[in-house]
């Protein structure tokens, strides 16, 4: 869900008049007994002061606070209870700040400009991605010597496999931020550039991907933008909607392929899953729509993994690195589920929602069952506007006590470059990391225990899109 204002009504009323309040909170001892447990909880805190052999980042884009507590809600209605009582395994995390998030140039920023701040640990303009706020978008003659490092790229030169997984294109400003530098975000294939960009030598963002930067493992959407113009798309081989965009006619993932030895690419569930069976497997690309994938409720789930499956073989192919890794994971768009409530619980001060309904209120007892349903709006734009406000950061493992309080958003990449002892932290004089099971034991676990291999994760909730 992003930013704008957003009412969350939740019937705690009606639920009162139902009787679903459970007798014990009517109680001061319940509540004074929880609070106590969680002071011993707090007090027995102990900072984990070792170097961090993998950091992952997972990124909720548009999982705002207000996302996060409907979700909490949504969580224990499931299951019988009133909701906000219900923590989240994200409520776990011991260590919490605030991020503000502004660009450059912008008090409301889009997700270029803040994947720049977290991803790289500078602050950049609206809509650029990789640059610092010298480069001006749009303007290809403002980007050479004005590009800036991504954490990602930092760890692949300390040794560590570095990996990006995202529901959306692989191109997108998000994931972007982690090897390309334009000063324009949409920029995807070189059918995206003007000309005066092109005669600059500005290159689109899905030739950055290949040759910027060595990233062992891609998953996500986006393969209209690696193949030449007019390419069937092999999901959809007779949309012709769905093809192939570059003018250049370069084939980027065979492109890609060539770089690599025991490079695959796969673009259904079938082949990721039995390549991440593969040990002879070093780089792994799966692209699976032709631009973003699909909301988690329209997939086919014979062809389209789920971002927990592709987090997974993400993990079982960079564990395989005796150095450790380097992971971001974003879910671009959190799913927003319904409940049987005539009128939502969620309400957009402005989006694509608004009903134009010549003085009558819509009827929406069927239309909220369906999955693609809008949330009402109370003004009409094309698509809802985002959010200016702090955001979230949650954080476990080696060096997480060090989120803390209220910082801008640079100071993520830099708690991750500290706490892997990456540049500019390379003399951090950290400990070693705790004693981890080496690459086979890892192939041989369940994937999940591999993000507790003296792993710093951190989870960021920005209200962008």
């Known amino acids: ?30 509540w004074n007994r929880q609070a106590a447990q969680a002071l011993d909880v707090a007090k027995k805190l102990q900072p984990i002061q070792t170097a961090a052999k993998n950091v992952i980042l997972f990124l909720g884009d548009g999982m705002g606070v207000p996302t996060v507590t409907a979700t909490r809600i949504l969580k224990g209605q499931m299951n019988g209870k009133l909701g906000p009582e219900t923590p989240l395994a994200m409520d776990q995390f011991p260590y919490v700040a605030l991020s503000k998030t502004y660009n450059v140039d912008r008090q409301v920023p889009d997700s270029a400009g803040t994947a720049t701040a977290y991803l790289c640990g500078v602050k950049g303009n609206y809509k650029t991605i990789g640059v610092s706020a010298a480069a001006r978008y749009n303007q290809c003659n403002t980007t050479s010597g004005n590009e800036v490092t991504s954490v990602m790229n930092r760890a692949k030169k300390a040794g560590k496999a570095v990996g990006v997984v995202t529901t959306s294109r692989v191109q997108h400003a998000s994931p972007a931020g982690a090897y390309t530098h334009t000063v324009n975000r949409n920029w995807y294939s070189d059918a ?103 909301y988690n409720v329209q997939q086919d789930h014979t062809k389209d993994p789920t971002l927990q499956e592709m987090t997974e073989v993400a993990l079982r192919v960079l564990s395989r690195n005796p150095r450790g890794f380097y992971l971001f994971v974003e879910g671009l768009a959190p799913s927003k589920a319904l409940d049987s409530k005539s009128y939502t619980s969620i309400l957009y001060g402005n989006g694509p929602g608004y009903a134009f309904g010549g003085g009558s209120r819509p009827d929406v007892n069927d239309s909220t069952k369906d999955p693609s349903y809008r949330q009402q709006a109370a003004v009409p734009l094309s698509s809802e506007s985002h959010g200016g406000e702090d955001v979230a950061v949650f954080a476990r493992g080696p060096q997480a006590h060090l989120v803390h309080g209220v910082q801008e958003e640079t100071f993520v990449a830099h708690i991750m470059a500290f706490a892997g002892c990456v540049e500019p932290y390379t003399d951090c004089n950290l400990p070693a990391p705790a004693s981890v099971p080496d690459a086979a034991h890892l192939a041989a676990s369940p994937p999940p225990l591999a993000l507790l291999a003296g792993a710093m994760l951190l989870l960021l909730a920005p209200t962008l899109y």
């Not at 039995?274 to 699909?294: I, N, R």
């Open 1 to 30: 869900m992003q930013g704008a204002c957003v009412l969350l009504l939740l019937g705690l009323q009606l639920q009162l008049s139902l009787g679903l309040i459970p007798v014990e909170e009517e109680d001061p001892a319940f």
């Open 192 to 294: 995206d550039l003007p000309a005066d960009a092109q005669m600059n030598g500005c290159q689109d963002i899905a030739t950055q991907l290949v040759y910027n930067m060595d990233i062992d493992v891609i998953l996500g959407g986006g393969r209209m933008y690696m193949f030449p113009e007019g390419t069937p798309d092999p999901e959809y081989p007779y949309d012709v909607n769905q093809t192939g965009v570059r003018k250049d006619k370069r084939n980027l993932v065979q492109e890609w392929q060539a770089k690599h030895q025991g490079a695959q690419y796969v673009w259904n569930r079938t082949a990721l899953l039995q390549a991440a069976d593969d040990s002879s497997v070093t780089h792994l690309m799966g692209l699976f729509e032709p631009a973003d994938m699909k």
